[in-house]
């Protein structure tokens, strides 16, 4: 079985630091691509970033670049994201996402949704 667990959110002030864990069991981890979404009172879901757990690519949305750093531990089977210069419109429940590998872009993934999803950590930036 597929599970995802998030943790690290919190309550910050705008131009903060966090850094949010995603701990992944239940399937081979390097067979995964592993991403992160948020989702603010009121809006949709949106994909933020996804890595490819076996060779590291990754992707960002251009709000985030620059700002938002995803990484993977893959002797941990944890899947990390460093945000840094936060932002009022960062706010939201942060879901931990994962897919098995395909030729699928992480772009794609990120726009349309993955298969398994973690419950969420939430993360509240004041202005």
């Known amino acids: 079985e597929v599970q995802l667990v998030e943790s690290g959110g919190g309550l910050v002030q705008t131009g903060g630091s966090l850094r949010l864990s995603c701990q992944a069991s239940g399937f081979r981890f390097e067979s995964f691509i592993i991403g992160w979404f948020r989702q603010a009172p009121g809006e949709e879901r949106e994909g933020v970033s996804a890595i490819v757990t076996w060779d590291g690519d990754r992707y960002y949305i251009d709000s985030v670049k620059g700002r938002f750093t995803i990484s993977r531990d893959v002797t941990k089977n944890t899947v990390y994201l460093d945000m840094s210069d936060l932002k009022p419109e960062d706010t939201g429940v942060y879901y931990c996402?994962?897919?098995?590998?395909?030729?699928?872009?992480?772009?794609?993934?990120?726009?349309?949704?993955?298969?398994?999803y973690g419950k969420g950590t939430l993360v509240t930036v004041s202005s």
């Open positions: 996402a994962a897919e098995r590998w395909s030729s699928t872009s992480l772009r794609t993934l990120l726009l349309y949704g993955m298969d398994y």
